[in-house]
C-alpha cells in the first residue's frame, strides 16, 4: 500500500480517483505542528530555536495519518509547492519519523502531473523550509513583543506585525499626502469645430502658444485666450496619421489575480483566494470534483510550452489564424524577489470554458473562473491594432497676432486582437488629450469653422486613497511582504479597527492613526518601507542558503532595545472613550462607548465611584423613536432579542437598525395616524405592537 498525504481533504478525493485503491491519499488540513498559542515558542538565548508543538485540533488528524503510515511501503508528502508547504511536509516527514521522506510535488491537480510526480520523487528542500521557519519566527517575535507593548500604551486588544505595521504606515501616509495636498489652479480651453459646412462637431485642445507649450494657470489667462481666438481664422497645420498597437498583459500572478478580482469583480483580496483555492484544489460538477486551475500562489507569467500550445490550437479553433502571434508570447517577471518555482495561474483544461459550467458552480467561482481563463487565453494572442491621428490646429488671432495652437486626437480600432477576449482598460488622468472615434479627415492648410469655445475651471488632485487593489500593487512594487499574504494583512487591518472603508477606498480609523504614531516614534524600523523590502530580501536569500538564524540574530538585539524603550518611556497615546448623548440614570453622567471582548457597551465615565454600564443601543425604536438595545440570553443556545428601553416596549427577534422586516428585509416604517403597527415598504408585512407578528 502507497500513502499520499496532502493538505486539503478536497484535493486528497481528487487524487485518490486518479491514484486508484493501490493508494490511500489523507489530507493533513495544512500544519500539524506550529509555535503555541500562548507563550512565545521561540528560545532565545538558544539561537532562536522553535518550539513546535502539536496542533490541538490535529490529535485525530495525526494518529490516522500514522496508522496509515505504519502500513504503508511508500510515503509521498504531496503538499503544497511553495516555502510553506515545504514546511508542512517537513513536520510530517518528523511527526511520522520519516528517515528518508519522499516530497512530490505538482503545479496543477490532473492525473497526468499526479502520477508524474510520484514517479519522480526528491528529498525535502531543507532551504525552503529553514526560509519558513525564518519567516515564522520574525513574526512571531514582531508580534508577540509588539503587541503587549501596544495594549499597555494605547488599548487592549491590538496587534502590530512585521507587515502589517508597514502597510497600516502606507495607509496612514497616504492619507496625510491627501490632507497635507494644496490644490493648483489651471483651466482648459475647448474648441468645438467643425469641418467648412458641416454639422457634425468634434473637439480641440487648447496647447500652446506660437508653437510653445502653455499651461493656462488662472482665469486671466483664459478669458485673454478666449478673446484672442473668438473671431480667428482656424487652420489644419499638420496632420499626423499612424498606426500602433496595444499588447495583452500576462497571464496572471497571486498579486495581480487579487488586484483584478478587486478592480473588475469588488472582490476582496481575502475572497478572491479563497474562491482561487476551490479552483486549485477542485470544484464541484455534476457530482464531482474537478479541478480548473494551476497553482495558485506564484509570483511567475512564465507559461510551460504545452500550454502555450493548447492556447494556440484554441485559438486557431475559435477565432481563427489571425489572432495567433507568429511566435509563442513569451513574458518576464519583474522585481529581484520573484518566485519563479511555478508557472503563472492559468486554466488547466481550456475545453473546459466558463460557459460550459456557469449553471454548475457558484456565481462567485463562475466569476472567477472566467477571469483567470479570458486572461490567459488573451496573453497568447495578437495584440490590438489601430489607426492613430494627431491633428494640429492653429488659431490666426486678429486680436494680437499671435497663434494659437489647438490640438485633436483620435484612435480608431482596426483589428481588435487579444481584446475580443479580455478588454484592458487604463485610467489616464494625467493626459492632457481626449481620442476622439469617427473623426473626419483632415488636410493641412483647410480652414475650420468654430462653433463654440468652452473654458473650464479645474484644479490638480492628490493621490487618490489606497483601495484593496492599489495597496496590494503597492506592497508588491515596494517589496512589503509576499503575495500570498496580502490578504490576510488586509483583513488584520480590517479586523483590528486601524482600517475602514469608505466606499472601495482604504481609510485609517482614528485608532489606526493613532497606533502608527506610536509605532512610528518606538519602532521606525518595523514600519519603514525601506527596511522592510531589505528584510524580505533577506529572507528571500534563505531560499539560496543564508543561514536563517543569521538574519534573526542581525535583527534582534536592535529590536530588543527598542521594545524595552517602549515600555519605559512615558510614551502613552491612549484612546479617548466616545461620549455619548445617553445619560447614566444612576449620576446622571453622559455615557461613553466601550468595548469588551463580546463587542461594544454604555459605561459611566465616572468609573469607579459609578460602575453603572448598559447594553449598546442598536437603533432607534419606530414606533417612539427610543433606543433599540441588543441583549443576548446567557443559556446555551444563545437568543439574541432585541427590545425599547423606552415606555413603548418593542421587542424583536430581528435586527433593527436599520429596522428590517423578517421576511424580505424590506425597511419597516410606521404611519403618524397609528404608532401601534408598522409596514414594510417592500412586501406590505404588518407587524403589530402588542404581539410583534
Given at each position: 500500500m502507497n500513502l499520499v498525504i496532502v493538505e486539503s481533504p478536497t484535493k486528497a478525493k481528487v487524487i485518490q480517483k486518479y491514484l486508484g485503491s493501490d493508494y490511500t491519499v489523507l489530507a493533513s488540513g495544512g500544519h500539524i505542528r506550529d509555535l503555541p498559542d500562548k507563550t512565545l515558542g521561540i528560545e532565545?538565548?538558544?539561537?532562536?530555536?522553535?518550539?513546535?508543538?502539536?496542533?490541538?485540533?490535529?490529535?485525530?488528524?495525526?494518529?490516522?495519518?500514522?496508522?496509515?503510515?505504519?502500513?504503508?511501503?511508500?510515503?509521498?508528502?504531496?503538499?503544497?509547492?511553495?516555502?510553506?508547504?515545504?514546511?508542512?511536509?517537513?513536520?510530517?516527514?518528523?511527526?511520522?519519523?520519516?528517515?528518508?521522506?519522499?516530497?512530490?510535488?505538482?503545479?496543477?491537480?490532473?492525473?497526468?502531473?499526479?502520477?508524474?510526480?510520484?514517479?519522480?520523487?526528491?528529498?525535502?528542500?531543507?532551504?525552503?523550509?529553514?526560509?519558513?521557519?525564518?519567516?515564522?519566527?520574525?513574526?512571531?517575535?514582531?508580534?508577540?513583543?509588539?503587541?503587549?507593548?501596544?495594549?499597555?500604551?494605547?488599548?487592549?486588544?491590538?496587534?502590530?506585525?512585521?507587515?502589517?505595521?508597514?502597510?497600516?504606515?502606507?495607509?496612514?501616509?497616504?492619507?496625510?499626502?491627501?490632507?497635507?495636498?494644496?490644490?493648483?489652479?489651471?483651466?482648459?480651453?475647448?474648441?468645438?469645430?467643425?469641418?467648412?459646412?458641416?454639422?457634425?462637431?468634434?473637439?480641440?485642445?487648447?496647447?500652446?502658444?506660437?508653437?510653445?507649450?502653455?499651461?493656462?494657470?488662472n482665469a486671466t489667462d483664459a478669458e485673454s485666450i478666449e478673446k484672442a481666438v473668438k473671431n480667428a481664422d482656424f487652420i489644419v497645420s499638420s496632420v499626423k496619421k499612424g498606426e500602433s498597437i496595444s499588447k495583452p498583459n500576462p497571464p496572471f500572478t497571486t498579486s495581480t489575480l487579487q488586484q483584478d478580482g478587486a478592480n473588475k469583480l469588488s472582490f476582496s483580496a481575502s475572497e478572491v483566494m479563497k474562491l482561487a483555492q476551490q479552483l486549485y484544489e477542485g470544484v464541484k460538477i455534476d457530482d464531482q470534483y474537478k479541478p480548473l486551475v494551476t497553482y495558485i500562489r506564484t509570483d511567475s507569467v512564465r507559461v510551460s510550452p504545452e500550454a502555450q500550445q493548447m492556447a494556440k490550437d484554441y485559438i486557431l479553433k475559435e477565432y481563427g489564424n489571425a489572432y495567433v502571434p507568429a511566435k509563442f508570447n513569451f513574458y518576464t517577471s519583474k522585481g529581484d524577489t520573484v518566485q519563479d518555482a511555478h508557472e503563472a495561474i492559468r486554466p488547466i483544461d481550456l475545453t473546459i470554458t466558463p460557459d460550459s459550467i456557469k449553471d454548475k458552480i457558484e456565481p462567485s467561482l463562475y466569476k472567477l473562473y472566467r477571469l483567470i481563463y479570458n486572461r490567459f487565453l488573451a496573453s497568447q494572442m495578437t495584440p490590438a491594432q489601430y489607426d492613430t491621428l494627431k491633428v494640429h490646429i492653429i488659431a490666426n488671432s486678429n486680436e494680437d497676432n499671435k497663434e494659437y495652437g489647438f490640438n485633436v486626437s483620435g484612435k480608431t480600432m482596426t483589428f481588435n486582437g487579444f481584446t475580443a477576449v479580455y478588454n484592458i482598460t487604463t485610467d489616464n488622468d494625467d493626459s492632457d488629450e481626449e481620442n476622439q472615434n469617427n473623426l473626419p479627415s483632415f488636410v493641412e492648410g483647410e480652414k475650420l469653422d468654430l462653433k463654440e469655445l468652452k473654458k473650464e475651471q479645474k484644479f490638480t488632485k492628490p493621490l487618490p486613497r489606497y483601495n484593496d487593489a492599489s495597496l496590494i500593487k503597492a506592497m508588491e512594487e515596494n517589496g512589503i511582504g509576499r503575495p500570498a499574504t496580502y490578504a490576510n494583512v488586509l483583513s488584520v487591518l480590517a479586523a483590528r479597527k486601524y482600517t475602514e472603508k469608505k466606499k472601495k477606498f482604504l481609510v485609517p480609523t482614528e485608532l489606526g492613526e493613532l497606533v502608527n504614531k506610536f509605532m512610528e516614534n518606538n519602532f521606525s524600523n518595523i514600519v519603514d518601507v525601506k527596511f522592510t523590502a531589505q528584510m524580505e530580501a533577506r529572507l528571500d536569500e534563505i531560499d539560496k542558503?543564508?543561514?536563517?538564524?543569521?538574519?534573526?540574530?542581525?535583527?534582534?538585539?536592535?529590536?530588543?532595545?527598542?521594545?524595552?524603550?517602549?515600555?519605559?518611556?512615558?510614551?502613552?497615546?491612549?484612546?479617548?472613550?466616545?461620549?455619548?448623548?445617553?445619560?447614566?440614570?444612576?449620576?446622571?453622567?453622559?455615557?461613553?462607548?466601550?468595548?469588551?471582548?463580546?463587542?461594544?457597551?454604555?459605561?459611566?465615565?465616572?468609573?469607579?465611584?459609578?460602575?453603572?454600564?448598559?447594553?449598546?443601543?442598536?437603533?432607534?425604536?419606530?414606533?417612539?423613536?427610543?433606543?433599540?438595545?441588543?441583549?443576548?440570553?446567557?443559556?446555551?443556545?444563545?437568543?439574541?432579542?432585541?427590545?425599547?428601553?423606552?415606555?413603548?416596549?418593542?421587542?424583536?427577534?430581528?435586527?433593527?437598525?436599520?429596522?428590517?422586516?423578517?421576511?424580505?428585509?424590506?425597511?419597516?416604517?410606521?404611519?403618524?395616524?397609528?404608532?401601534?403597527?408598522?409596514?414594510?415598504?417592500?412586501?406590505?408585512?404588518?407587524?403589530?405592537?402588542?404581539?410583534?407578528?
Open positions: 532565545i538565548e538558544n539561537d532562536f530555536k522553535p518550539k513546535y508543538v502539536l496542533s490541538p485540533s490535529k490529535k485525530e488528524t495525526v494518529k490516522k495519518i500514522k496508522d496509515a503510515a505504519s502500513k504503508a511501503d511508500n510515503i509521498y508528502l504531496a503538499t503544497d509547492p511553495d516555502r510553506e508547504g515545504e514546511a508542512i511536509s517537513w513536520h510530517l516527514a518528523t511527526v511520522l519519523n520519516l528517515t528518508n521522506p519522499q516530497r512530490i510535488e505538482f503545479n496543477a491537480i490532473t492525473k497526468s502531473t499526479v502520477t508524474n510526480a510520484i514517479k519522480s520523487p526528491r528529498q525535502l528542500d531543507m532551504n525552503l523550509v529553514d526560509a519558513q521557519q525564518a519567516r515564522r519566527v520574525l513574526d512571531r517575535l514582531v508580534g508577540y513583543k509588539i503587541s503587549p507593548v501596544l495594549n499597555a500604551k494605547i488599548k487592549k486588544g491590538l496587534s502590530g506585525g512585521r507587515v502589517q505595521s508597514a502597510a497600516l504606515k502606507m495607509v496612514v501616509d497616504r492619507e496625510n499626502e491627501i490632507r497635507n495636498f494644496t490644490p493648483e489652479e489651471f483651466w482648459t480651453l475647448t474648441a468645438i469645430l467643425s469641418k467648412a459646412g458641416k454639422k457634425s462637431s468634434f473637439k480641440a485642445l487648447f496647447n500652446d502658444i506660437d508653437g510653445k507649450k502653455f499651461k493656462v494657470t542558503g543564508l543561514q536563517w538564524q543569521k538574519v534573526i540574530r542581525d535583527f534582534y538585539p536592535d529590536f530588543e532595545q527598542a521594545v524595552k524603550s517602549a515600555y519605559s518611556s512615558g510614551n502613552e497615546l491612549k484612546v479617548k472613550p466616545q461620549e455619548t448623548d445617553i445619560i447614566c440614570d444612576k449620576c446622571g453622567a453622559k455615557m461613553i462607548i466601550r468595548e469588551s471582548k463580546y463587542g461594544k457597551f454604555l459605561a459611566c465615565p465616572n468609573y469607579p465611584k459609578c460602575k453603572n454600564t448598559k447594553n449598546f443601543p442598536v437603533g432607534k425604536c419606530p414606533m417612539c423613536g427610543g433606543n433599540i438595545i441588543k441583549y443576548n440570553t446567557t443559556k446555551r443556545n444563545v437568543k439574541t432579542t432585541y427590545f425599547c428601553e423606552s415606555k413603548c416596549g418593542l421587542s424583536l427577534s430581528f435586527i433593527p437598525a436599520p429596522f428590517l422586516c423578517p421576511d424580505c428585509e424590506g425597511i419597516l416604517t410606521t404611519s403618524k395616524e397609528d404608532k401601534t403597527k408598522y409596514t414594510c415598504t417592500k412586501c406590505g408585512k404588518t407587524i403589530d405592537k402588542e404581539n410583534n407578528n
